[in-house]
């Protein structure tokens, strides 16, 4: 099966997700476009993590469709899931790297499982994924325990860019860092974005990254997206939560910061 | 797969080479074009590369790497390159792929100087080991007497729940294991004693094999695979969640509170286990001796233990015990504060562990035989 690679990576149309008789997100309807930068924020606990994981397929929904690619989810057949699935990378909250591997041994995982390239050259591919997420060459044979917070997240992120995915989704990716780190992060995800050309999901709970480098915010509230849009649209929206969250003095700062890099 | 092929024509004028890639440079074609790029490239002489991407279909992180292998020279060093064809996004990718060739370090290949200095790294260890362990025990000692004199101050809720797990929980299994050892040997002891028409000297065989040496061994064994690495693992998993850091920060002793515990604990259940166990190897021996070929009457077996088993045998068995419980829950706890962040080292050091455990054990036991024949009993 050929991917059609201009349709949008991942649509969710009509999702109901529940635990027992816990609605997690009723009637959610949610889309991203081919090569852009969506960010999607909520409030604890109003299931983003279990939206990621239903559009992961880590979850099956209660009810409603996944598209992916423009291709319902239970239409797929084993092998078009396997290939649809190496288009997407995941970047876990904590890097979520195997212990018990290096990092170059880790970013090997997805290239030994799905490709037949020769080690050498996935070696030599591994090294590249390393330096394009901005790692210090050293750190290739490296474990994962002698990493800093940061670096794992780096590392995470060049496992996830293994296969070079067409849909990346990042949780909290800049969560834990401090302010330069995550500044640099937001930029590592623009130039990679703009090398390899993919779609980014991130949920995050960074301001200054959703002003930063977010084509798009979806707002998760009342268990389903209320609006998906640009930041000043989003800004518009009349909600109290949406009013509360980007009304807040963290969200000022961040504002008054993100349209002087821009302006 | 489904993409189409990929080729490259390269055309060398003086001391530069145009580069002309056509069609997927992606990762399915990547294994063929390697090699022959590889050998080609080899071949030529040059020091500056003109990529023309016109006619590329599709390029991704491996078909730049492969375009970039053309300006490689060695560590920290390539050719010069442009691209007189092609879009952003491919540049983009060609300068990531370039930046990433120049970057890979010197890998040195030193494999007597690597073999020396591993077994440099594990003779030291091994004395660090050594050491760390000595200190470990004079420190528990330390807070051990520290705190027997302020016996309040001792854990005694977490010490009952200790015994509890350690000891009440592990008697069935130690039992059972000592009742089919006390039979073993019976059956052992008959077929043997038989050939002499000694048979019931079986009683005296059980009665001293089973006392003196079995059930405390059996008792220590069973501890150091059962509450040994329940040990390491409970106190290892608390590192590394920061448990043990909070602990300190906060102000408590990690001995005071994880290692004195578990000593009194494994303390007091030891002996109890073990005479447990003596109780059973002897009744699994008695009925065999019944109910076997030997047909030795319980009353008869218990008459002959009495004559012939001193109560010295006894004692000799259980005083062992309280240093088994001692070894066994202070490198129990000693493996488990030394786990570092990974879920590697704790299953190493659980692993460890175990084995030092059930080492020392037997060693402990074997000096233990030396010095009673020694001194005779």
């Not at chain 1, 995915?165 to 995550?182: K, Q, V, W």
């Not at chain 2, 071949?43 to 292998?69: C, I, M, N, P, Q």
């Not at chain 2, 990433?100 to 660090?128: K, M, N, S």
Request: proline share 3%; aromatic share 8%; glycine share 8%.
């Amino acid at each position: 099966m050929a991917i059609d690679k201009t349709m949008p990576p991942i649509e969710a149309r009509g999702i109901r997700s529940q635990f027992g008789t816990n609605v997690i997100h009723e009637d959610l309807n949610f889309m991203v476009n081919r090569g852009e930068i969506v960010g999607l924020v909520g409030g604890s606990g109003a299931g983003k993590s279990v939206l990621m994981n239903t559009l992961l397929g880590l979850k099956e929904p209660e009810a409603g469709v996944i598209r992916y690619f423009g291709r319902n989810r239970q239409d797929l057949s084993e092998v078009e899931r396997r290939e649809i699935n190496n288009e997407m990378g995941v970047l876990f909250q904590g890097g979520a790297l195997f212990s018990s591997m290096t990092v170059r041994e880790n970013i090997m995982v997805p290239m030994r499982e799905h490709t037949n390239l020769s080690l050498k050259l996935m070696r030599e591919l591994a090294d590249m994924k390393i330096h394009m997420v901005g790692l210090p060459a050293v750190s290739a044979t490296l474990y994962p325990s002698d990493l800093s917070g940061g670096m794992k997240k780096r590392a995470g992120l060049a496992r996830a860019l293994a296969l070079d995915p067409e849909m990346l989704f990042l949780d909290e990716p800049t969560a834990g860092l401090d302010p330069i780190g995550a500044n640099a992060f937001d930029e590592l995800i623009l130039g990679l974005r703009e090398a390899m050309n993919f779609t980014v999901l991130m949920v995050t709970h960074d301001l200054d990254s959703l002003y930063a480098i977010c084509d798009r915010v979806a707002v998760l509230v009342d268990k389903h997206i209320a609006i998906a849009d640009t930041l000043p649209k989003v800004l518009e929206y009349d909600h109290p939560w949406v009013k509360e969250y980007f009304g807040g003095p963290r969200s000022r700062a961040a504002m008054s910061a993100g349209t002087k890099v821009q302006g | 797969m489904n993409s189409s092929a990929a080729e490259y024509k390269i055309s060398q004028s003086g001391r530069t080479i145009t580069f002309r890639a056509l069609g997927d440079w992606t990762r399915d074609n990547a294994n063929s074009l390697d090699m022959d790029l590889i050998r080609e490239l080899d071949d030529l002489d040059y020091d500056h590369v003109k990529y023309d991407f016109s006619e590329v279909d599709h390029l991704d992180t491996v078909g730049a790497f492969l375009f970039a292998r053309a300006i490689r020279i060695g560590p920290g060093q390539r050719h010069n390159w442009s691209v007189i064809a092609g879009n952003e996004g491919q540049k983009t990718l060609m300068q990531a792929a370039a930046d990433a060739v120049l970057g890979r370090p010197p890998h040195a290949q030193r494999q007597w100087y690597d073999a020396l200095i591993r077994i440099g790294q594990a003779t030291e260890r091994f004395f660090i080991e050594v050491m760390e362990t000595l200190g470990f025990i004079g420190q528990f000692f330390v807070v051990m007497f520290k705190l027997l004199l302020t016996p309040n101050k001792i854990r005694w809720k977490s010490v009952v729940a200790l015994i509890e797990e350690i000891g009440f929980n592990a008697a069935p299994i130690v039992m059972v294991l000592s009742f089919f050892i006390g039979a073993v040997i019976a059956y052992m002891g008959a077929n043997l004693l038989a050939t002499f028409g000694a048979s019931v000297f079986m009683v005296d065989l059980v009665g001293v094999a089973v006392l003196r040496e079995l059930a405390p061994i059996i008792t220590a064994i069973l501890l150091a695979g059962r509450s040994d690495s329940a040990f390491t693992a409970q106190i290892g998993a608390m590192k590394m969640r920061q448990e043990i850091d909070a602990m300190t920060v906060i102000g408590l002793d990690t001995f005071e509170v994880l290692v004195v515990p578990r000593a009194l604990a494994a303390l007091v259940s030891t002996p109890i286990l073990t005479f447990l166990a003596m109780l059973s190897g002897v009744f699994g021996g008695m009925l065999v001796a019944w109910l076997g070929s030997a047909d030795l009457s319980p009353i008869l077996f218990v008459t002959r233990l009495q004559d012939s088993v001193g109560i010295a045998h006894f004692w000799v068995g259980l005083v062992k015990t309280p240093f088994f419980a001692l070894i066994i829950a202070i490198i129990g706890c000693r493996q488990g504060l030394a786990v570092t962040g990974s879920v590697e080292s704790l299953g190493s050091r659980t692993t460890t562990s175990v084995v030092q455990a059930i080492f020392a054990v037997i060693a402990v036991d074997a000096i233990f035989a030396i010095l009673f024949y020694q001194m005779g009993v």
